[in-house]
Nanobody, 123 residues
Framework: QVHLVESGGDSVQAGGSLTLSCAPS?????VAWFREAPGKEREGVAA????????TYADSVKGRFTISQDNAKNTVYLQMSSLKPQDTAMYYC???????????????????WGQGTQVTVSA
């Protein structure tokens, strides 16, 4: 069992920046960030393979969000810039049990989930 602790959610104005953090309690080959807005399905935002650092992004955040890892701190970050009101959502960190090169932004691919951290972007 891997526990995930997220932090960094806040309320910001459009155009602003935030950095979310996720600290897995144990080994995982892959970590992703998802978000869920009221009335919408949970969607994958960004994913990173811990070993090689390969990243994947949803089209809606490419060029604005960056996922990264700090192996020394065992922490994965999601740096968000040029935030828009439509980025408002609960953001969840997720981790896989086993390595797979496929479906890195698919909710069904992840076995462990954090409690979520709220990001609110005002116009």
């Amino acid at each position: 069992q891997v526990h995930l602790v997220e932090s960094g959610g806040d309320s910001v104005q459009a155009g602003g920046s935030l950095t979310l953090s996720c600290a897995p309690s144990g080994y995982t080959p892959s970590v992703a960030w998802f978000r869920e807005a009221p009335g919408k399905e949970r969607e994958g935002v960004a994913a990173i393979y811990i070993g090689g650092g390969t990243t994947t992004y949803a089209d809606s955040v490419k060029g604005r969000f960056t996922i990264s890892q700090d192996n020394a701190k065992n922490t994965v970050y999601l740096q968000m810039s040029s935030l828009k009101p439509q980025d408002t959502a609960m953001y969840y960190c997720a981790a896989r049990r086993f390595y797979s090169r496929w479906d890195s932004l698919s909710r069904a691919s992840y076995d462990y989930w954090g409690q979520g951290t709220q990001v609110t972007v005002s116009a």
